[in-house]
């Protein structure tokens, strides 16, 4: 039979069990060890039963005192250990004011789309809308309604991804990943009677094997005007001013008789030349050139003859207007095309179009 001194010892056993544990995890096992269902100071309170009606009294009175006491003694404890790890994990949450702050990196523009905002802010000025057209898009838009021949050259295999649909005959390549924005023309006029005054800047796909000039997948800015009365000196005039506030103050656009282009002459102060060429959607056509940024128009590498080409333009072929159901009796158009990565390799001095997609930062964060 348990006697009121080994109640006492146990509780003493508790109260220092209590006192030395230094975690809530660590009090609860005491707490089960004693208090628990078959803890120490329960089992006693669960044999009083046994005991003679004196023996209970006494016995029954120290062992309830003995557990209110290690009750109030274990809640005690709680409460201080509970603040304790309160102010722990505060210390552990706490921020250091002294340490170094964490460097956030900023993006920024790739210089593609610098010279595209560039390019289109001019046009915006001259009071044209922005236009957009699929990446993916029918035969019909990229060639066909551009008056281009199914014989023509820019449609061959060797010219053009062509995406055939699953299942489908290998004769079918109406789709393909647009080798130009010009479509885009065509949307826009299907899309609106004229005036229209667009451009349409966007991605165009070749296969074309890379070179310091060439990529398989490049951007191009296009731009398209049908009125009343537009001429080919509207194009000239228009050119002439995109690019005085694209290159200079001192741009000039001459057209550049065969002879002189062909023997390599350039006019002093001449850093543009627009020079007679044939596309099938335009008609008078001419290719724009620029003086090349590396040789300063001697020839290299990089040009080969001394210019770069940056766009074509022309006088809208009247099979286009008439695809779209224009009338070419009462309105007229020119449209231009130009390659925004020989711009931005001009503007900028890069020597080879094959960086602007490395994504090697330390040339991209030069921009
Ligand atoms: N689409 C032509 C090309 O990618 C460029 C071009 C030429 C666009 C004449 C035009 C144009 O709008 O009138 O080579």
């Known amino acids: 039979m348990v006697t009121r001194v080994d109640l006492e010892n ?107 905002k560039e390019i289109t802010d001019i046009f915006l000025g001259l009071g044209y809308k922005v236009a957009e057209g699929p990446e993916v898009e029918l035969d019909y838009y990229n060639f066909k309604a551009l008056n281009t021949p199914a014989d023509h050259p820019a449609r061959s295999l060797q010219d053009t991804f062509y995406i055939r649909k699953a299942g489908a005959h290998p004769a079918d390549n109406d789709i393909v990943l647009r080798t130009h924005t010009s479509p885009v023309q065509i949307r826009v006029m299907k899309s609106q009677k004229p005036p229209v005054y667009i451009i349409a800047p966007g991605r165009a796909f070749r296969r074309d094997v890379p070179d310091p000039t060439h990529s398989p997948m490049f951007h191009q800015v296009e731009g398209l005007a049908v009125d009343k009365g537009i001429t080919f000196g509207d194009l000239k005039g228009t050119l002439e001013e995109f690019s005085r506030q694209m290159f200079g103050r001192e741009s000039q656009v001459r057209v550049v008789a065969r002879e002189s282009f062909e023997a390599g002459i350039a006019e002093g102060g001449q850093q543009i030349r627009l020079r007679p060429h044939f596309f099938p959607f335009t008609e008078p056509s001419a290719e724009v050139d620029v003086r090349c940024f590396a040789c300063g128009g001697v020839g290299c590498r990089i040009c080969g003859s001394g210019w770069l080409e940056i766009l074509g333009a022309g006088m809208v072929d009247p099979n286009v207007l008439i695809e779209v159901g224009y009338n070419p009796e009462e309105v007229s158009g020119f449209a231009f095309g130009m390659g925004v990565e020989r711009i931005a390799m001009l503007l900028y001095g890069v020597p080879d179009i094959r960086m602007f997609f490395e994504n090697d930062l330390r040339f991209v964060k030069q921009f």
């Open 10 to 116: 146990t509780y003493e056993k508790a109260k220092a069990a209590v006192a030395a544990a230094t975690s809530l995890q660590q009090l609860d096992q005491v707490r089960v060890e004693y208090l628990g269902k078959r803890g120490k100071i329960t089992s006693v309170l669960k044999t009083l039963g046994r005991l003679t009606p004196e023996e209970r009294k006494e016995i029954g009175q120290v062992a309830n005192k003995v557990r209110q006491n290690l009750e109030g003694d274990i809640k005690e404890k709680q409460e201080e250990l509970s603040s304790e790890e309160v102010i722990k994990r505060l210390a552990a949450e706490s921020v250091d004011i002294t340490l170094p702050g964490r460097e956030h990196v900023y993006g920024r523009r790739h210089l593609i789309s610098q010279v595209i």
